[in-house]
């Protein structure tokens, strides 16, 4: 109890800390910062709304960091200020001339809001403009008219303004040096916010459009802007499982007013639509330094920092592009201590250890040519060990694949299977799915990344696979492949794998412990994806299940970094929902965009794993 005591003492003195840290942010940034407003001309004649923070010190020059953004930089007004400037206090108090612009089509600038919008490879025309062009035309004009700068620009951002950051590489401005992608949105129909492996989140896509998407007619402030939807059920599961289907979800809150949601429904397949808002192809020939930033536990663009980070690489061998990973959820590198996620502790502050090593280091030594910034290839804070790794490459080369067998009776081992018939059944029921997490949530959690997930074992709908206790650790350092060999009596499915870390029933329990956590059996989420069967062998021509013929469902998740600690396990769980992080299938084979309530059936699942039918996980084992 005196503990308990102690560590709600320290919460309140934190939270109380805290406010009177933000206090002496806002009063520094009004001592130490001169703001002016600007409307920045493009080539095309459309202007962008500017806020410049001007150091008032001019006894040096100093070097642009800029954040392009569709969340909008207010406040607005040259007399209202910004409580804090750049991703953490001590970029702030470094000195740099930062900058905030609406993008293109929101708030206060000029122009047609585009999604992700399309790049334009071959420009023969001032009227060809997309996000590369813009950003080399504001770098231009900053350099250009903006007194007492060293003429050398660095571009940062997470989620949305990480997709700004990428498309400021293809065809970068000469000022440009350094350029920091922060789980860069990269590719909606793969792997980012609005699907994963073409499976629509209806989570994240509903509440983010009903707010994003609202046309904007022309220029306005965030006290115009639309307002939050209200849910009209505190229950995500229950609100979309009522709603009956994402049709009728379409129809009763958004109809035809969400151009971008109409603009999914129109194109249910990867085809020119989505291919032609992925930024990947584009990053060659690239200039500035790169340092791509992400968290293993982020719900939104774990895939996106990857892909970025690996892109660049493949298409620019001597690009200079380096990886920054950590145990964090969406931004936890800038947004809390990173000393813990959920209920797991790191016994560390990683995200203080990462704005320290890392992104100040970065920009300094870039823009400012100070400091000896050194970092290796990939930095890689790997969890269960909890430690921060270096490696000469990602994934490692240090490394070797394995094969995890997924064995009759609830088995998993790296030895194969040796049984000629067998398999596991089930019934998967689209109308009532599988949750994605225990309890009940009003909005989608971040915690669920990294959850227990004993909730779901427990469903007879879950198959539950799981080695022998481990007599060593065993460290896994990237991407992880699911190799289901399956049959359904439907003509569609989706595919759930979670990788778990089981630990051992005498775990110590955490303290203090304010939650009352038993880590004895704890299952661990270290990571999951979901894939829609129907794109098994091309998203972009989809293909119908055979009823009752065995199938193979092969696809990636993303990569991890994870020890299993000798005394732990690992377990495999595989299901056909994930509700309602991921849209439901009505297990038949149509546009389910399109589907109506009476579409969504039962269906036998068979998961195998015999000698010529063997299911397994690929899984990269550092040596």
């Known amino acids: 109890m005196a503990r308990l005591k102690l560590f709600w003492l320290i919460v309140l003195l934190s939270a109380h800390f805290a406010g009177y840290a933000q206090n002496l942010d806002s009063i520094y940034v009004l001592e130490h910062y001169t703001k002016i407003e600007r409307s920045i001309p493009m080539r095309d004649g459309i202007k962008l709304f500017t806020a410049i923070y001007i150091p008032i010190d001019q006894s040096k020059k100093y070097p642009f960091l800029i954040n392009r953004t569709p969340y909008t930089v207010a406040p607005y007004g040259s007399d209202k200020y910004k409580t804090s400037l750049g991703n953490f206090p001590a970029m702030m108090r470094e000195g740099f001339i930062f900058v905030y612009q609406d993008v293109r089509g929101k708030w206060m600038s000029e122009g047609t ?27 231009d004009w900053l350099v250009k ?64 459009m009903t707010t994003f998407g609202v046309p904007r007619p022309k220029p306005i402030t965030p006290d115009m802007g639309p307002k939050a939807f209200t849910f009209p059920i505190k229950d ?12 009728n979800l379409k129809d009763k809150y958004f109809a035809d007013s969400i151009r971008f949601w109409n603009n999914l429904f ?92 890392y992104e100040l280091p970065f920009f ?14 990939a930095n890689i804070f790997i969890t269960g060990s909890n430690q921060w790794k270096k490696f000469s490459a ?13 064995q009759p009776n609830g088995k998993l081992s790296f030895e194969k299977v040796g049984r000629t018939d067998s398999w596991d059944e089930y019934v998967s029921d689209p109308n009532n ?88 059996g704890y299952q661990m989420l270290v990571r999951g994806e979901i894939m829609r069967g129907k794109y098994r062998n091309s998203f972009e021509k989809p293909e119908a299940f055979i009823p009752g013929m065995v199938t193979k469902v092969n696809y990636a998740l993303p990569d991890v970094a994870h020890t299993f600690k000798r005394g732990h396990k690992i377990m495999i769980q595989v299901q056909n929902s ?41 899984l990269t084992v550092l040596k």
Do not use: C
């Not at 007194?147 to 990428?166: D, E, L, M, Q, R």
């Not at 995500?236 to 049709?247: D, P, Q, T």
């Not at 699911?482 to 989706?494: E, I, Q, R, W």
């Open 113 to 139: 809001f585009d999604d992700i919008r399309p790049q334009v490879a071959n420009k023969k025309s001032k009227k060809d403009i997309d996000e590369s062009s813009d950003t080399y035309d504001t770098i």
């Open 364 to 377: 300094k030594h870039y823009l400012k040519e100070e400091g000896d910034f050194k970092p290796a290839e």
């Open 145 to 208: 008219n903006v007194k007492n700068n060293n003429g050398k620009a660095g571009i940062y951002g997470i989620s949305y303004p990480g997709f700004y950051s990428t498309t400021s590489l293809p065809g970068a401005h000469p000022a440009l040096k350094a350029v920091s992608p922060q789980a860069p949105v990269t590719d909606w129909f793969v792997g980012d916010d609005f699907h994963h492996n073409g499976v629509l989140f209806i989570m994240d896509a509903f509440s983010f």
């Open 433 to 520: 799915p599988v949750p994605y997490q225990d309890g009940v949530q009003a909005k989608r959690t971040r915690e669920y990344m990294i959850d227990d997930q004993r909730f779901a074992a427990r469903r007879p709908d879950v198959k539950v696979y799981q080695t022998d206790v481990l007599n060593e650790d065993i460290t896994l350092t990237g991407p992880v492949l699911a190799n289901l060999v399956v049959s359904t009596t439907g003509t569609d499915a989706d595919y759930v794998v979670k990788l778990i870390d089981v630990y051992p029933e005498d775990a110590p329990v955490p303290i203090p412990n304010p939650k009352n956590l038993l880590m004895g």
């Open 266 to 357: 129109a194109h249910p397949n990867l085809d020119t639509f989505w291919k032609a808002r992925n930024i990947q192809p584009h990053l060659t020939n690239i200039k500035p330094a790169v340092m791509v930033v992400g968290g293993f536990f982020d719900a939104e663009d774990a895939y996106g920092t990857f892909a970025t980070y690996k892109s660049i690489e493949k298409q620019n061998p001597s690009a200079n592009n380096i990886l920054v990973m950590g145990p964090w959820f969406h931004g936890g590198w800038v947004r809390g201590t990173g000393s813990s996620f959920g209920d797991i502790e790191f016994g560390q502050a990683t995200s203080k250890e990462y704005q320290e090593k």
């Open 394 to 406: 990602w994934p490692p080369k240090e490394t070797e694949q394995k094969i995890l067998y997924l």
């Open 236 to 247: 995500n599961y229950r609100f979309y499982l009522e709603a009956g289907s994402v049709k």
């Open 578 to 618: 994930w509700f309602p992080l991921g849209d439901r299938n009505p297990q038949k084979f149509m546009d389910i965009y399109q589907a109506e309530r009476s579409d969504f059936q039962k269906a036998t699942q068979r998961v195998f794993h015999d000698v010529n039918n063997a299911s397994s996980i690929t």
